[in-house]
């Protein structure tokens, strides 16, 4: 792999990893303020996953930069963090919640898939080990939409209300980095137009079926990793405050 590449793949992991870094994050708010107990221990459970799945990905960034995950993780400010947008709004209500998961769930599993067949055989390990919990994270939030969805009229209202909402910022799960398309021609990464149209066919009929009006613009956004909201900044502040303390301490 020459050094271009290697690059390249260095800010696609990053941006992998703070996805689910802050995904991870979000969630855990709801630790302890779940609708049922038994569904606070079950978000938990993602929290955690999606945590793990940060610290493979951050793992493999480390191959290439020998930059520690918990460096990266507690100790760069917002400018530098490579997650969408899409993950770092507030938590919002319930139904906030589940859709931004399912939205990102139903990515998530599609862009496994087709890594597990990366050229990169580190990249392809890596997926096929987190896939399986993806299914089970898909399976999971797709029983509340459909639940909210269909539910009652506030339960509906809430979720179309998340929905319209959540939909743009959904769209940049799928706008390249830089010279990606390197990384696509070399049978790395897939490209993401084409995920993108595989995303739109696995969520419009559920959505719809679910009783839900999907918005009409699917066009991804200019809006690149490196712009955020003021929210990510706030979130940073809270996830990262102790280990601030002391860069030195030892957990």
Same mark, same amino acid.
């Given at each position: ?60 960034? &480390? ?14 400010? %917002? ?48 997926? %096929? ?27 509906? &209202?809430?979720? &179309?209300? %998340? ?89």
């Amino acid at each position: 792999m020459n050094r271009k590449i290697q690059q390249i793949l260095t800010q696609k992991l990053l941006a992998m990893a703070d996805d689910e870094l802050i995904l991870a994050h979000r969630n855990s708010e709801w630790i302890g303020h779940g609708p049922i107990l038994e569904e606070d221990i079950a978000l938990a459970n993602i929290s955690q996953d999606e945590l793990g799945h940060a610290s493979i990905w951050y793992g493999l960034h &480390q191959t290439f930069t020998d930059d520690e995950p918990d460096e990266l993780a507690f100790f760069r400010d %917002a400018i530098e963090f490579r997650n969408v947008q899409l993950l770092e709004l507030p938590r919002g209500d319930w139904a906030f919640t589940m859709l931004r998961q399912y939205l990102f769930d139903a990515y998530e599993l599609l862009l496994l898939d087709k890594l597990q067949h990366s050229s990169y055989q580190s990249l392809a390990e890596a997926a %096929a080990k987190i896939r399986n919990e993806e299914i089970y994270h898909l399976r999971h939030t797709s029983n509340w939409i459909k639940r909210l969805g269909l539910g009652t009229e506030e339960s509906n &209202q809430r979720t &179309q209300a %998340a929905l319209d909402k959540l939909w743009p910022f959904a769209q940049q799960l799928f706008v390249p980095l830089s010279d990606e398309s390197i990384l696509v021609d070399e049978k790395i990464m897939p490209d993401l137009a084409v995920l993108h149209e595989a995303w739109l066919e696995l969520i419009r009929p559920f959505l719809t079926a679910a009783n839900l009006i999907i918005p009409a613009n699917q066009t991804p956004p200019t809006t690149s990793r490196s712009e955020h909201t003021n929210h990510l900044a706030t979130l940073l502040a809270d996830m990262q405050k102790v280990a601030r303390l002391n860069r030195e301490a030892i957990w």
